[in-house]
């Protein structure tokens, strides 16, 4: 059980490191941020991450997401993957990378699996193999080793151990493993966001190897890049048969920072931006959104804003609510419950979403 060093309540719904409660973060978010932002300090620094995005005034400018950082010399961007050496940005770019990936059968465990081709057959057979889940296909899972936020919840943070890996691959080595079988390309992470050029170069290399075939490319994200490197790839995902996954964390602004260091402005632009597109290819669903319900933090209330805003986009855009595992700086939270769960699933449908679900449902208690 933690305590808020705010209003000094104790609850096994506080997280230790966060040190800090919801309702204070609500109440009280100049100071609360600025407990919250001790916590993200401490846990770049393990790994030997910028505490901040840099904003040198001569530096070198990086529009890629919304940390927007201006590297100076000798810096590093917030990702960890660029630098700024005698006046050149050094590091990864379009053709190179750090990821890595592996061929899972279909169908897989992926956030979209229950609306998207490879799983339900969803756009058949101008975007799926079979009318049902392609069973016998794989997809080709490519995991970015950076990302442009800093969850304090991660659930695949051990990324941040291979960031500075001086390991690099190139967009042809990936897709050179793409076979006949292989049906659909998921970039996850980390975060696609501070190597979408090189997503971009691979996926228009993969979708050149397989113009004869159905081939589909999606993209799961906090949502956070720039305007344009958006519209690229829902270009690409929407005329493939894929789709764009943005990870919806928080509504609240502070309650954002809080968790993930950064703001959710740039991510909800985007979403409104991406939800334009819909009508160019409305089934399948070419954007989809998740929350991981973060016990003690991302409650009924944070899903139903969510929702409502979801909603007054389209109805039809399908939800999942996932359930959170404790994980890096808040491995000492609980599991989320059963309970909790159904109550934020019937939130998102009273505000009006028509296609909604729970996943990872083993983890509930």
């Given at each position: 059980?933690?305590?808020?060093?705010?209003?000094?309540?104790?609850?096994?719904?506080?997280?230790?490191?966060?040190?800090?409660?919801?309702?204070?973060?609500?109440?009280?978010?100049?100071?609360?941020?600025?407990?919250?932002?001790?916590?993200?300090?401490?846990?770049?620094?393990?790994?030997?991450?910028?505490?901040?995005?840099?904003?040198?005034?001569?530096?070198?400018?990086?529009?890629?997401?919304?940390?927007?950082?201006?590297?100076?010399?000798?810096?590093?961007?917030?990702?960890?993957?660029?630098?700024?050496?005698?006046?050149?940005?050094?590091?990864?770019?379009?053709?190179?990378?750090?990821?890595?990936?592996?061929?899972?059968?279909?169908?897989?465990?992926?956030?979209?699996?229950?609306?998207?081709?490879?799983?339900?057959?969803?756009?058949?057979?101008?975007?799926?193999?079979?009318?049902?889940?392609?069973?016998?296909?794989?997809?080709l899972a490519v995991f970015f080793l950076a990302c442009s936020f800093n969850c304090l919840c991660c659930q695949n943070w051990h990324f941040k151990q291979k960031t500075f890996s001086p390991h690099t691959s190139s967009p042809?080595?990936?897709?050179?493993?793409?076979?006949?079988?292989?049906?659909?390309?998921?970039?996850?992470?980390?975060?696609?966001?501070?190597?979408?050029?090189?997503s971009l170069t691979a996926s228009k290399l993969a979708l050149d190897k397989n113009k004869d075939k159905i081939f589909r490319i999606c993209w799961e994200t906090n949502g956070s890049m720039h305007e344009e490197l958006l519209?690229?790839?829902?270009?690409?995902?929407?005329?493939?048969?894929?789709?764009?996954?943005?990870?919806?964390?928080?509504?609240?602004?502070?309650?954002?920072?809080?968790?993930?260091?950064?703001?959710?402005?740039?991510?909800?632009?985007?979403?409104?931006?991406?939800?334009?597109?819909?009508?160019?290819?409305?089934?399948?669903?070419?954007?989809?959104?998740?929350?991981?319900?973060?016990?003690?933090?991302?409650?009924?209330?944070?899903?139903?804003?969510?929702?409502?805003?979801?909603?007054?986009?389209?109805?039809?855009?399908?939800?999942?609510?996932?359930?959170?595992?404790?994980?890096?700086?808040?491995?000492?939270?609980?599991?989320?419950?059963?309970?909790?769960?159904?109550?934020?699933?019937?939130?998102?449908?009273?505000?009006?979403?028509?296609?909604?679900?729970?996943?990872?449902?083993?983890?509930?208690?």
């Amino acid at each position: 059980m933690a305590r808020c060093n705010l209003c000094n309540e104790a609850s096994h719904l506080i997280s230790k490191e966060l040190a800090v409660c919801i309702k204070c973060i609500h109440e009280k978010p100049e100071d609360a941020l600025e407990l919250a932002a001790k916590a993200h300090v401490k846990s770049r620094a393990a790994f030997g991450l910028p505490e901040r995005a840099p904003k040198d005034s001569e530096g070198i400018s990086c529009n890629l997401c919304v940390n927007e950082c201006k590297i100076g010399e000798n810096e590093t961007g917030y990702c960890g993957l660029r630098k700024n050496e005698g006046g050149k940005i050094v590091g990864v770019s379009s053709v190179i990378g750090k990821l890595s990936w592996y061929l899972d059968p279909l169908p897989t465990n992926c956030v979209g699996d229950w609306v998207c081709p490879g799983g339900t057959g969803a756009g058949y057979p101008k975007y799926a193999n079979r009318p049902g889940p392609e069973r016998g296909y794989k997809n080709l899972a490519v995991f970015f080793l950076a990302c442009s936020f800093n969850c304090l919840c991660c659930q695949n943070w051990h990324f941040k151990q291979k960031t500075f890996s001086p390991h690099t691959s190139s967009p042809k080595k990936l897709v050179s493993d793409i076979d006949e079988k292989t049906s659909c390309i998921c970039y996850f992470g980390g975060d696609p966001v501070p190597q979408l050029p090189f997503s971009l170069t691979a996926s228009k290399l993969a979708l050149d190897k397989n113009k004869d075939k159905i081939f589909r490319i999606c993209w799961e994200t906090n949502g956070s890049m720039h305007e344009e490197l958006l519209d690229d790839i829902l270009d690409i995902a929407i005329n493939s048969g894929g789709c764009v996954k943005f990870d919806l964390k928080a509504w609240d602004e502070n309650l954002h920072i809080a968790l993930t260091g950064i703001t959710n402005k740039r991510t909800l632009k985007n979403f409104i931006r991406a939800g334009d597109k819909i009508k160019q290819r409305p089934e399948p669903p070419p954007l989809l959104a998740n929350t991981l319900l973060v016990p003690g933090y991302i409650d009924e209330n944070e899903i139903s804003s969510i929702a409502k805003f979801i909603a007054s986009i389209n109805p039809e855009i399908p939800y999942s609510l996932l359930a959170f595992h404790p994980q890096f700086y808040m491995s000492d939270m609980p599991l989320t419950t059963k309970s909790s769960a159904y109550r934020c699933l019937n939130v998102a449908r009273k505000a009006g979403l028509k296609n909604v679900r729970i996943g990872n449902i083993h983890l509930l208690v």
